[in-house]
């Protein structure tokens, strides 16, 4: 019988309602998931239960997605979403020693911090389209930089058109075989937008698109870090993937030669399209090493 997952809001003392999907035992070792943009932690619904037999599995919905809310006057950076799931982590009941981050899109730079806050806490990664080197940047980001350069008002604007129904549902079509589009469940993207399509949601994410330079200007020190630990690390990603390209994935056994990569006939979204395929892998990576 599958594992039941349970949806639950912890208060932290900073004032931030995180809200968070559960399953497994809490004496288990723990895997903690990081979604990106412009999701929640709904993309991880139907994993969990694949992974909570033999693990504590959670997901958190990071600042400015999904159902965890934020104190006013918040500043919208991947410092402060990464000092947030810390404190998260720190104050969940029964929280772990150690864990495993699973990182996606936005994930990456925010399970990175944490692993190089705490080295010891992280023992393994698990990459899924999650980036930390310049060369997985597709031309997808071209817009995104002339921003970072300029800060220019009219180059934030020009970044509005990424928040419409249909480029949503681009970031989860693109790259996959059509064969599978079918496998796509229409609900996942249709819940993204209504949280980009909140007030003041746009604004949120143009404030996050602006900072997202800070995680390049990081990505030294997380390499670094890949080479001090040799952390191990699985790399799942969607080939055809528009917004980080493979090479993001072949980059890792640069810093980490012992790193597993995998690379799918898919696009961003794995889990709605290559589901039982990554989680075999994630079990065999994580029973192999036994984190």
């Known amino acids: 019988m599958a594992a039941q997952v349970s949806t639950n809001h912890l208060s932290l003392p900073t004032g931030e309602s995180v809200f968070y999907r559960q399953a497994g035992e809490s004496n288990k070792n723990t895997i903690l998931l990081l979604h990106g943009f412009p999701s929640s932690s709904h993309q991880f619904r ?3 239960p694949l992974l909570a037999s033999k693990h504590r599995v959670i997901a958190p919905d990071l600042p400015g997605y999904g159902f965890t809310t934020v104190p006013a006057g918040y500043t919208y950076t991947f ?16 929280p772990p020693a150690k864990y495993v981050i699973y990182i996606f899109d936005y994930g990456s730079p925010t399970g990175l911090r944490l692993a190089l806050s705490d080295p010891h806490a992280v023992s393994g990664i698990i990459s899924q389209n999650g980036n930390a080197y310049e060369e997985g940047f597709t031309s997808f980001w071209d817009t995104l930089k002339k921003y970072w350069i300029s800060g220019a008002q009219e180059d934030r604007d020009a970044l509005r058109s990424l928040f419409t129904a249909d480029t949503t549902k681009f970031q989860y ?90 690379l799918l006939d898919a696009g961003h979204f794995l889990l709605e399209t290559n589901l039982e395929e990554i989680a075999k892998l994630m079990v065999d990576f994580l029973d192999r090493h036994q984190i």
């Open 46 to 48: 139907n994993l969990i």
């Open 173 to 262: 079509t693109a790259g996959t075989p059509q064969a599978k589009l079918a496998s796509i469940a229409p609900e996942s993207y249709t819940l993204d937008q209504v949280g980009l399509d909140r007030p003041g949601n746009a604004e949120i994410q143009l404030d996050l698109f602006y900072d997202y330079r800070k995680n390049v200007d990081l990505y030294p020190k997380f390499h670094e870090y890949f080479r001090e630990t040799q952390v191990p690390l699985l790399a799942v990603w969607g080939k055809n993937d528009p917004i980080f390209g493979p090479a993001g994935a072949e980059a890792f056994k640069k810093d980490l030669p012992n790193a597993e990569v995998h």
């Open 79 to 94: 410092d402060n979403l990464a000092e947030t799931i810390k404190s998260f982590v720190k104050t969940i009941a029964n």
